[in-house]
T-cell receptor, first 111, second 117 residues
Framework: QQQVKQSPQSLIVQKGGISIINCAYENTAFDYFPWYQQFPGKGPALLIAIRPDVSEKKEGRFTISFNKSAKQFSLHIMDSQPGDSATYFCAARGAGNMLTFGGGTRLMVKP | NAGVTQTPKFQVLKTGQSMTLQCAQDMNHEYMSWYRQDPGMGLRLIHYSVGAGITDQGEVPNGYNVSRSTTEDFPLRLLSAAPSQTSVYFC????????????????FGEGSWLTVV
């Protein structure tokens, strides 16, 4: 049973466009929601994260929107660049610092 | 500062063989964990440790064994490899398992690609 559902599985965006990736969770005990970026052959790297008492967090071109009542959160990448092409994972932290990951979204930004 | 180091990077095993994936961190992190990554399923937690001498099971522990004799090292053992264990394995560490704080960021190694034939 996947407790964090991520969509879409793949996404193609033109350079300069907005990339949007959505996640939904079930466990209301999750207390931290990070997004990880993974390039081929590398481990996931923390991109941005949000706590459930905050509705939006922005860092540069990356924004997390969080809707606690709907148990949904999303990543927006503004002015998407070819260098943003990677796989993105949402995650949610539960007890014991354990992360539950979404299935991942493969983003391709076309020049 | 090497961060989280995993070895080997690539390994091919025959069914039934055993092996150990090594993980070491030099950040004095208490919390270490192992994940496996399979297509379309994200990363799933295998085992984790909250400190030396303490380990516990994650979501998919069967077929794997861990130990934590030092703060720095957290090896993952495959007892009798099966084709279903073909995957990419990631070791991760963080300062603690406490409430969310920037210092509790979870860092991942670069992965170990394992194929069981």
């Amino acid at each position: 049973q996947q407790q964090v559902k991520q969509s879409p599985q793949s996404l193609i965006v033109q350079k300069g466009g907005i990339s949007i990736i959505n996640c939904a969770y079930e466990n209301t005990a999750f207390d931290y929601f990070p997004w990880y970026q993974q390039f081929p052959g590398k481990g996931p790297a923390l991109l941005i994260a949000i706590r459930p008492d905050v509705s939006e967090k922005k860092e540069g071109r990356f924004t997390i929107s969080f809707n606690k009542s709907a148990k949904q959160f999303s990543l927006h990448i503004m002015d998407s660049q070819p260098g943003d092409s990677a796989t993105y994972f949402c995650a949610a932290r539960g007890a014991g610092n354990m992360l539950t990951f979404g299935g991942g979204t493969r983003l391709m930004v076309k020049p | 500062n090497a961060g989280v180091t995993q070895t080997p990077k690539f390994q091919v095993l025959k069914t039934g063989q055993s092996m150990t994936l090594q993980c070491a961190q030099d950040m004095n992190h208490e919390y270490m964990s192992w994940y496996r990554q399979d297509p379309g399923m994200g990363l799933r937690l295998i085992h984790y440790s909250v400190g030396a001498g303490i380990t516990d099971q994650g979501e998919v522990p069967n077929g794997y064994n861990v130990s934590r004799s030092t703060t720095e090292d957290f090896p993952l053992r495959l007892l009798s490899a099966a084709p279903s264990q073909t995957s990419v394995y990631f070791c991760a560490s963080s300062y603690s398992q406490g409430p969310f704080l920037p210092g509790n960021t979870i860092y991942f190694g670069e992965g170990s690609w394992l194929t069981v034939v």
